[in-house]
């Protein structure tokens, strides 16, 4: 049936509009679409190239090389050798399981560093390099160049590793680098994003850590194109670093490595200052340990051993040991009472044995007495009676105001792992660390450096410096930083009355060039270099009555770990004071037998240069010092003039 002209017309203005709608929503469409796509071509360009470069490049950090470490006179005491290691990248390796198992067929992984690779490897963003092997040789490094094709991600490095070529001689001051831990993190609140880089290696303890500022450096930067997985396709640029700073520190190395050698088989420290400058000439601490061990990851079993000795190798006695000084305070008595005008220099004393005091005896060393004795002659027999009684007349704060003039209860401000305080005690001192009064018996105790008196072998070296000099001669261990000299240690003048240090300086000298003084035996006969010291032993155990009555034990009848402490302090040349030394030898006995004859040693040492003629040691030494000055010769072989090690 035909539709009616009507109805057809009807129908055709339907259409048309309906075609004239979806026709113009079809433009409007697509004028918004043209629109859009303006905008994200036009005006935001800029914005997806920016994103689209993030993707494709990536911004990778350049460790910087770390700052060498140098002795006075130029030697290497730390250096940065090349290391091969090998590293990976997972999202370019793909299965990573798979590669390292083919890795491990070409090289041997230490089971330890593939375990802390592995948990790098999950926790790490995927194009960071992990580091899966280090230190490994170049026939190996051959190997994984060859195979490469079947080891994706991995790669064969050279870097630098920190390297000591004196060994144990510097563990104590220099102290050794290791990888970045959680524990270092969580210590710092903004850490540096070199930090993260694993196994990124920094100053532990020591010298290493207390300039880690100066020594590390700076971070360079490189821009490297990588494909859609990662793999890196080039490198468009790179910004180099800044090295960290060398330093070059007062110690020197002869000297240094003498001391080591001179200590060796002793639980001991000894410390050596220029008495001018106050440099740090040599500083060590005995027995010590090899900290290549520490940078390479010690083993169990090797820190084991080092903390199982008895003589406790991984402490700096030099610094961080505290002692009761002994007899080497008794300089610092005798200056406060005379000082203050509580003692004069013709004073006597009478030394029967002992003194009562509040009804209790405190014994002198020599059990039958000294009879009369003055400042001189209680300084060249060490007599405890004297001073006892110049503590009676001065007071605690007089002498403990003393000792910290000469030095002593001070901690000195050297970039060196927990530098000690020791203790110059007061009456305030006693009520707030004890909660008990001050009694008589305190200040007697004190005044022959017993009580609670503790002190280093550091602060017993400045003591001796400053009563050579009356300056406040102060430690310097840092020579220079990149070659601008640092300040010295030269000090102002303590304003000591000089009449009364030229005498406490001629008691000393008898103690080691009198007949009659207590370290006669340990003298140096040539005129030039006589030294003058003073010998100390320090009680570690109580002596009771009963002992007393049928006679007191000698040290060598008594286990290593309750017998005295052996200390002796010195400069020398007695009318030019060049050095100061200081030595503690633990449970060592006496000081005249055991600390004495070390810091001899080491004076004639440190003012030769080298071995000493054997003509300045008493005759009867001579065959002794002989074959010893031979012995440490064979022990130290890396200081028999080796301009290799010269910067």
Same mark, same amino acid.
């Given at each position: ?392 007349? /001065? ?6 105001? *003393? $000792?910290? %003039? +000469?030095?002593? &209860? ?5 970039? #060196? ?37 503790? /002190? ?6 400045? *003591? $001796?410096? %400053? +009563?050579?000099? &009356? ?5 310097? #261990? ?170």
């Amino acid at each position: 049936m035909r539709r009616a002209p009507k109805d057809s017309a009807e129908s055709h203005r339907l259409i048309t509009r309906r075609g004239l709608i979806l026709g113009g929503a079809q433009v409007g469409f697509m004028g918004l679409l043209a629109l859009r796509m303006r905008y994200l071509q036009v005006d935001q360009a800029d914005q997806f190239r920016l994103l689209a470069d993030e993707n494709r490049i990536n911004i990778r950090l350049i460790p910087p090389t770390r700052g060498r470490i140098f002795d006075r006179n130029g030697a290497v005491i730390a250096e940065n050798v090349p290391s091969y290691r090998i590293t990976m990248v997972r999202e370019e390796a793909g299965d990573v399981d798979e590669v390292i198992a083919r890795l491990s067929r070409l090289v041997e992984l230490d089971p330890d560093e593939l375990r802390r690779a592995m948990r790098d490897l999950r926790e790490l963003r995927g194009d960071t390099p992990v580091t899966i092997a280090e230190r490994v040789s170049w026939d190996e490094i051959s190997r994984i160049a060859v195979n490469t094709p079947a080891l994706p991600g991995v790669t064969p490095e050279v870097g630098l590793s920190r390297r000591y070529p004196n060994g144990k001689d510097y563990a104590h001051l220099v102290g050794y680098v290791g990888p970045v831990s959680d524990r270092d993190l969580e210590k710092i609140d903004a850490p540096d994003q070199l930090l993260l880089i694993p196994r990124f290696q920094i100053g532990k303890i020591g010298l290493e850590a207390k300039r880690e500022d100066l020594l590390r450096g700076k971070a360079g930067s490189k821009r490297v194109e990588v494909n859609a997985t990662g793999q890196v396709m080039r490198e468009l640029d790179r910004k180099e670093g800044q090295a960290g700073a060398d330093l070059q520190v007062s110690i020197d190395n002869n000297l240094q490595s003498y001391v080591s050698a001179r200590l060796e088989g002793e639980s001991a420290a000894a410390v050596v200052i220029d008495c001018e400058t106050g440099d740090l000439l040599a500083c060590a601490s005995s027995p010590s340990y090899d900290p290549n061990l520490f940078v390479r990851g010690i083993s169990v079993a090797n820190y084991k051993a080092l903390l199982d000795n008895k003589y406790r190798p991984l402490p700096n006695k030099a610094v961080q040991g505290i002692y009761p000084p002994g007899s080497t305070f008794k300089m610092v008595t005798a200056l406060a009472a005379l000082e203050n005008g509580h003692a004069s220099l013709n004073d006597t004393v009478y030394c029967p044995g002992h003194l009562k005091v509040s009804g209790r005896r405190f014994h002198c060393w020599k059990r039958a007495g000294h009879g009369n004795v003055d400042l001189h002659r209680s300084l060249r027999e060490s007599c405890d009676v004297y001073y006892y009684e110049m503590a009676l007349r /001065t007071g605690i704060e007089n002498i403990s105001n *003393m $000792a910290m %003039r +000469l030095g002593l &209860g001070v901690a000195y401000d050297l970039p #060196l792992t927990s530098v000690a305080k020791g203790l110059a005690p007061t009456k305030e001192w006693k009520l707030a660390n004890k909660g008990t009064d001050w009694v008589i018996g305190d200040s007697v105790n004190a005044a022959i450096g017993q009580g609670f008196v503790l /002190t280093s072998p550091l602060q017993l070296a400045v *003591m $001796a410096s %400053r +009563l050579a000099t &009356g300056r406040s001669v102060t430690p310097r #261990l840092i020579k220079s930083v990149n070659g601008v000299e640092q300040p010295t240690g030269h000090g102002e003048d303590l304003g000591l009355n000089e009449n009364l240090l030229r005498e406490v300086r001629k008691a000393m000298y008898a103690v080691s060039n009198n007949r009659r003084g207590t370290a006669y035996g340990s003298r140096i006969i040539e005129d030039a270099f006589r030294m003058a010291g003073k010998t100390g032993t320090s009680q570690v155990r109580n002596i009771s009555s009963g002992e007393r009555a049928t006679g007191v034990r000698k040290n060598s009848a008594l286990p290593w770990e309750q017998r005295d402490h052996a200390l002796f302090v010195s400069f020398a040349p007695f009318d030019n004071p060049k050095v100061a030394v200081a030595v503690v030898v633990e449970h060592g006995g006496g000081g005249s037998t055991a600390a004495a004859p070390v810091a001899r040693d080491i004076v004639l040492q440190a003012l030769y240069g080298d071995d000493p003629p054997l003509d300045v040691y008493p005759e009867k030494d001579r065959g002794i010092v002989k074959k010893r000055q031979e012995e440490l010769r064979r022990a130290r072989p890396h200081t028999a003039g080796d301009e290799s090690d010269r910067a």
